[in-house]
């Protein structure tokens, strides 16, 4: 059975940097594609980046390019998002998600098929 494990969430200032990491576990993951979500109270949850697990390709939201970098850790089965620059606007509870059926990022929600518990993040202005 799948399992994606976030940590590295927390609070931070405005400018600031935090890095979460996400630990797949229970099967290899050759094929597919791994992204990160996030949710703020009250809005819809948004594609932040993902990364395909085989050749690494990477893809963002325009929201956050240039300032969040998504990497991947085959040994370690892990996938991490650095977030730089960090604004109140990116405050919201982060998942990472594991899609089987496509080795390319796709950016809707619904094209995930497991899901970690998610990982709270609060930036103060």
């Known amino acids: 059975q799948v399992q994606l494990v976030e940590s590295g969430g927390g609070l931070v200032q405005a400018g600031g940097s935090l890095r979460l990491s996400c630990a797949a576990s229970?099967?290899?993951?050759?094929?597919?594609?791994m992204g990160w979500f996030r949710q703020a109270p009250g809005k819809e949850r948004e594609f932040v980046a993902g990364?395909?697990?085989?050749?690494?390709?990477?893809f963002y939201a325009d929201s956050v390019e240039g300032r969040f970098s998504i990497s991947r850790d085959i040994a370690k089965s892990t996938v991490y998002l650095q977030m730089n620059s960090l604004k109140p606007e990116d405050t919201a509870v982060y998942y990472c998600?594991?899609?089987?059926?496509?080795?390319?990022?796709?950016?809707?929600?619904?094209?995930?098929?497991?899901w970690g518990q998610g990982t709270q993040v609060t930036v103060s202005s």
């Open positions: 998600a594991a899609d089987r059926s496509s080795s390319a990022v796709r950016t809707r929600p619904s094209s995930y098929d497991y």
């Open positions: 990364i395909t697990w085989s050749g690494g390709y990477t």
């Open positions: 229970g099967r290899a993951f050759g094929g597919y594609a």
